[in-house]
């Protein structure tokens, strides 16, 4: 998943990439057993931020989200459960962002969507942490992502050669070609967000500290990456 967002008056607000408010908000209305849940999903986001996934604890999870330890097992029968669950709530939620951002075309379209998996990756540093590592323990989800992943390429992919033939490029690369690239770049651009948020590496930090210089840089690396 990969590609990558320039702002537009239209785009929904930043709170809509963040994962935990949209779990919140959309059972802020719902009975108290699904804000109860909604509450146990978005205090695991929460602490995914500082904490890896293997030494997440219920005790943490409930203190997050204020409710009694034994209320979590009312709805989850362990943590594996409520973090495979939503895992796999998230996939959707990343889908729906990029898909609803993904506007206009060529250069506008790569920085469109870049700025988008950027702000997923700001608002959701745990979770995007989850889902570009390996989830063996996860299969549910891992599938769910790279069915995500192989769909989002191909359809880059796709856009790419019908520009290129609409350019007349006589040494366009192959389908599978460009597929191995759009797979590269992703995971080039992956590995960059991670050691930005979790790599604790000064002088990476103090390079990025401009985001739209990040964001041009990306796009950058992606557009020049699919050319012929």
């Known amino acids: 998943m990969r590609v990558p967002v320039e702002p537009r008056p ?14 919140s908000g959309a059972a802020a209305n719902g009975r108290k057993s699904e804000r109860t849940q909604a509450r146990l999903r978005a205090a695991t986001c929460r602490l995914l931020e500082f904490v890896p996934p293997a030494e997440l604890k219920v005790a943490d999870i409930c203190r997050e989200a204020g409710v009694a330890h034994g209320t979590f097992y009312v709805y989850f029968h362990d943590i594996h459960c409520l973090l495979a669950d939503t895992l796999a709530s998230f996939v959707g939620f990343v889908q729906s962002a990029m898909r609803g951002t993904a506007t206009g075309t060529g250069h506008e379209r790569v920085r469109s969507t870049t700025a988008t998996y950027v702000e997923l990756f700001e608002r959701n540093p745990g979770l995007m942490r989850c889902l570009v590592s390996r989830m063996d323990d996860y299969p549910e989800a891992m599938t769910a992502f790279q069915t995500l992943n192989r769909e989002w ?11 290129l033939a609409r350019e007349y490029h006589a040494e366009a690369p192959s389908r599978e070609e460009l597929l191995r690239r759009a797979y590269a770049l992703g995971g080039m ?3 960059y967000l991670i050691m930005l948020h979790f790599g604790r590496d000064d002088a990476l930090a103090a390079l990025s500290r401009d985001r739209d210089a990040v964001i041009d840089t990306l796009s950058l690396i992606w557009e020049r990456g699919m050319e012929p």
Do not use: G, H
């Open 10 to 23: 239209d785009r929904p607000s930043i709170e809509a990439f963040c994962f935990a408010d949209a779990v």
């Open 153 to 163: 390429t191909a359809t880059v992919v796709d856009a790419r050669l019908r520009r």
């Open 189 to 191: 651009i992956d590995q």
